[in-house]
């Protein structure tokens, strides 16, 4: 597949669906806008979603450009082994929807929270905002950088568009509708996003599936080419799992659009409910979009594709021209109902933890000019990114290794083990977050992971200095290791 794939009637009607599309999002930006009155509603959408809409924004979010294309891709190239990936988030949304909902939507009803940093600062001082600021924006800006490298690689393949312009463009159409319409806008936009992206893949999922022939089949098809290793479920390294876990897989527990959701419904029983239901559907497709990669290139036998293009390498194969257009539609979605999240998980980041803590005094309506000035930060710095850094997928891995390695430690030992001391916290923050840094720098040395580095000597320093110190009795979160 190339940039040629498509017909000049065929971009001119793909053209007009893309234009119509945006237009419709922005138009629906645009009415929320005018319902966006608070800064709570611009950020954790007034706290009162219902269980509908936070089922299938959960799903927009979980399921997004990277999981459809990265995951296809990646199935296509390493086969069947990399349904590890959904398995180590299966059991980290296990451990999440078990132990740590609860607890941290009961901390956001206490102290209205927003960010992660709300609940760092609770703990540990305010001190503790700046790094998990920097955490966090680490991942998020690569990961708004992605879907802008995402919309471009659409606009390039079916409508022949510049790269760089697609960039551009991606990023003027994104910033736009997330400044305008916040996260209300965002939640109820994923009710359709979500909507069409599970009746999309579980269609796309079965007509490959059915195409492609028994399983017999493509296990023989396999075998003839001496790859039958690529159709098994282990055909994957210990390492490649243990990344993906303390990666993708754990970065679940401190990932902030997600607690902004939690915090978002209007009840604990909404917010559980829908997490169960939309984290089992967000898996099982995750996992469809895998079994697919391996399907198209045993199955329906696609080769000699650039893999990185095997979506439309799949849907071109496998559906008619009328169809191809609403497989375009549900790709927009996916990376869409994802963008605009990152955005704003970015952006809460920095109005909540820079300009709240140094603006007191500052009113409802000053602080939702801030919020919409901090959509614009990291918009810029994400268009950075996407111009400049090759990879950013990688990019997109490293940036969360960045943000577990600060994070992870501080804050699951801080929800459940009161001892834990603010200074032990800070250290912890800091040391896991500068070293795996470093070591990403310095290009992983004896080809280690900066997980491995940053996560482990992170909990080394906060069991290290809490023994060596003693807790203060400022802090209103002493309880917050004994909560129930």
């Given at each position: 597949m ?27 930006a ?14 954790v ?5 219902s ?5 299938l ?28 990936i959904?398995?180590?988030?299966l ?16 901390l ?5 929270m927003v ?9 540990y ?16 800006c ?15 393949l079916?409508?022949?568009l ?7 463009i ?7 509708k997330?400044?305008?319409g916040?996260?209300?806008?965002v939640?109820w936009?994923d009710?359709?996003?979500g909507?069409i ?7 796309l999922?079965?007509t ?8 017999e089949t493509?296990?023989?098809r396999?075998?003839s ?5 690529m159709?098994?479920i ?12 303390l ?6 527990f401190?990932?902030?659009d997600l ?15 829908g997490?169960?239901?939309s984290?089992i559907?967000?898996i099982a497709?995750?996992?469809f979009?895998?079994?697919?990669g ?13 893999p990185v ?9 496998v ?9 375009i539609?549900?790709?927009?979605a996916?990376?869409?109902s994802?963008a605009?999240?990152?955005?704003l998980a970015?952006?809460?980041?920095i109005?909540n933890?820079i ?14 000019f ?8 990291v ?8 111009l ?5 997928v ?5 940036g969360?290794?960045?943000?577990v390695s600060g994070?992870?430690?501080p804050?699951?030992?801080?929800l459940?083990w ?8 800070i250290a912890s ?17 004896f080809?280690?992971h900066?997980i ?9 320093i906060?069991l290290?200095?809490?023994?060596l ?16």
């Amino acid at each position: 597949m190339s940039k040629g794939m498509f017909s000049g009637d065929e971009r001119i009607i793909l053209s007009v669906i893309v234009v119509v599309y945006f237009i419709f999002l922005f138009v629906f930006a645009l009415y929320m806008n005018h319902k966006t009155k608070t800064y709570e509603d611009y950020n954790v959408a007034g706290r009162s979603v219902s269980i509908f809409p936070i089922i299938l924004t959960f799903i927009g979010t979980g399921v997004g450009g990277s999981t459809l294309l990265g995951y296809m891709e990646n199935g296509y190239r390493l086969g069947m082994g990399e349904q590890w990936i959904n398995i180590t988030m299966l059991f980290c949304v296990i451990i999440f929807a078990t132990f740590l909902l609860k607890r941290i939507r009961q901390l956001g009803e206490d102290y209205n929270m927003v960010t992660v940093g709300d609940y760092t600062s609770l703990r540990y001082g305010k001190q503790a905002r700046i790094p998990t600021v920097i955490s966090i924006l680490f991942s998020y800006c690569a990961m708004t950088g992605m879907q802008f490298v995402a919309i471009a690689t659409i606009l390039n393949l079916t409508i022949g568009l510049n790269m760089t312009l697609g960039i551009f463009i991606g990023w003027i159409l994104l910033t736009v509708k997330t400044y305008f319409g916040g996260l209300k806008a965002v939640i109820w936009q994923d009710v359709f996003h979500g909507t069409i992206q599970t009746i999309g893949l579980i269609i796309l999922f079965l007509t490959v599936l059915i195409a492609a022939g028994s399983w017999e089949t493509i296990t023989e098809r396999a075998a003839s080419v001496n790859q039958e290793n690529m159709i098994s479920i282990i055909n994957i390294g210990p390492s490649e799992i243990m990344v993906y876990l303390l990666t993708l897989g754990v970065y679940q527990f401190i990932r902030q659009d997600l607690w902004q959701r939690v915090w978002a419904a209007k009840n604990i029983k909404t917010a559980m409910s829908g997490y169960w239901i939309s984290m089992i559907i967000a898996i099982a497709l995750a996992a469809f979009v895998v079994a697919i990669g391996v399907f198209s290139r045993f199955g329906l036998n696609l080769e000699n594709v650039d893999p990185v293009l095997i979506y439309y390498g799949v849907i071109g194969d496998v559906f008619p021209f009328s169809f191809v257009v609403v497989m375009i539609v549900v790709l927009l979605a996916s990376v869409i109902s994802t963008a605009d999240s990152f955005f704003l998980a970015g952006s809460s980041s920095i109005v909540n933890d820079i300009f709240k803590p140094n603006f007191k005094q500052a009113d409802n309506q000053t602080m939702l000019f801030y919020s919409k000035i901090s959509v614009l930060i990291v918009s810029v710095i994400a268009l950075v990114l996407a111009l400049t850094v090759p990879g950013l997928v990688n990019l997109m891995v490293t940036g969360t290794a960045m943000s577990v390695s600060g994070l992870l430690a501080p804050v699951m030992l801080g929800l459940f083990w009161k001892r834990v001391t603010k200074a032990a916290g800070i250290a912890s923050m800091w040391g896991g977050l500068v070293t795996a840094v470093i070591w990403q720098i310095l290009g992983h040395p004896f080809d280690l992971h900066p997980i491995f580095i940053g996560l482990p000597l992170s909990l080394i320093i906060l069991l290290t200095v809490t023994f060596l110190t003693k807790q203060t009795n400022e802090s209103r979160a002493d309880h917050i290791g004994s909560a129930g």
